[in-house]
């Protein structure tokens, strides 16, 4: 089951690369997982300005870049979204982008990993509430990071190694989560061909 990791920053000098790797690796070790990192910062999404909330808009007419950040996620079983938090909140960026879905997300299943001075936590909240309005699931494990992510993280995404070994840390975190995450994919993934099959 493909597993997208979506990085919620765009900024330059930003962490979210080395913990959107570090996501990467732990979805590839589980099970029937795999992982995608898919950067936003690779999309050139204009400010979304369409004249009709998009999933109430059959004949839109949709940014090309924004089209190929849908089209992406669209190919996905399951997300995880790695936010910093900004202003209590997501990024823009995020937030705008995710104005644009319209089915793309539906009925699959979303993880948040969340990083900031209380890990994170305003934001996973916001978006928490935002992919549900999507069309989302969201898993209720997640990850909230404290502590300074430069400090935790090399830029390959390797998270220190005393840390690593906490259960009850970061890691252990993770592993809860996207094991979680594997479980609601996979429920959601037979829903969706089954409901195909009956067509
Ligand atoms: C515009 C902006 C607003 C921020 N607001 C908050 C905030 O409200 N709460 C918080 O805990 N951290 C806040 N921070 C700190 C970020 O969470 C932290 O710098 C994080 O590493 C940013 O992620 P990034 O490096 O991937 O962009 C803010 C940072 C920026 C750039």
């Not at 870049?65 to 790695?82: C, H, N, Q, S, T």
């Not at 997300?105 to 001075?117: C, N, P, W």
């Not at 549900?132 to 404290?146: D, F, T, Y």
């Amino acid at each position: 089951m493909k597993i997208q990791v979506v990085i919620g920053s765009t900024r330059a000098g930003r962490v979210g690369p080395r913990i959107g790797k570090w996501v990467e690796s732990a979805v590839n070790q589980i099970d029937g997982l795999e992982g995608e990192i898919i950067d936003l910062a690779d999309f050139n999404i204009p400010f979304f300005d369409e004249p009709i909330s998009p999933r109430y808009n059959p004949a839109r007419e949709i940014d090309s870049e924004a089209k190929r950040f849908m089209d992406k996620l669209a190919v996905a079983d399951g997300y995880v979204f790695v936010t910093p938090e900004y202003n209590h909140s997501i990024t823009g960026a995020l937030k705008n982008a995710l104005d644009y879905v319209d089915t793309q997300l539906g009925r699959k299943v979303s993880a948040i990993v969340s990083y900031g001075s209380v890990g994170g936590a305003r934001a996973a909240e916001h978006l928490k509430g935002i992919l549900l309005e999507s069309g989302s699931g969201v898993v209720p494990q997640a990850v909230a990071i404290l502590g300074s992510p430069t400090e935790l993280f090399s830029e390959g995404g390797v998270l220190d190694a005393e840390i690593a070994a906490n259960p009850y840390g970061p890691a252990g975190a993770l592993h809860k989560t996207l094991t979680e995450l594997a479980w609601w994919t996979g429920a959601t993934v037979d829903a969706r061909a089954k409901e195909l099959a009956a067509v």
